[in-house]
């Protein structure tokens, strides 16, 4: 069983920055993989990014590439998306969610485990 809560997010003007954690409880936190998704108003959830369990390797979607960076700390048992350069159409509530294994993945029915969410607004 692993528990994770995001933080970080936040209200930034268009082009900043912004961190966000996710932090998990449990045992073994180094064999899950990671992915991150959001949801912006009125729409699906979407793929942002994914991490595999040691930190080795990591996808991104393409609107979000080369702007985003995911990355973790197990010996903190937490998973960052560092997001640089930010747009308005970035704004949305952010989740990650954690499955067992070593490899990353980026479809939703893929994921056992999943935060609640942290707001991340970016004004124009």
């Known amino acids: 069983q692993v528990q994770l809560v995001e933080s970080g997010g936040g209200l930034v003007q268009t082009g900043g920055s912004l961190r966000l954690s996710c932090a998990a409880s449990?045992?073994?936190?180094?064999?899950?993989?990671v992915g991150w998704f959001r949801q912006a108003p009125g729409k699906g959830r979407e793929f942002v990014a994914t991490i595999n369990s040691v930190g080795g390797n990591s996808d991104y979607t393409d609107s979000v590439n080369g702007r985003f960076t995911i990355s973790r700390d197990n010996a903190k048992n937490t998973v960052y998306l560092q997001m640089n350069t930010l747009k308005p159409e970035d704004t949305a509530l952010y989740y990650c969610a954690a499955r067992l294994g070593y490899q990353m993945a980026n479809r939703e029915w893929e994921y056992d485990y999943w935060g609640q969410g942290t707001q991340v607004t970016v004004s124009s």
């Open positions: 449990g045992r073994a936190f180094s064999n899950y993989a």
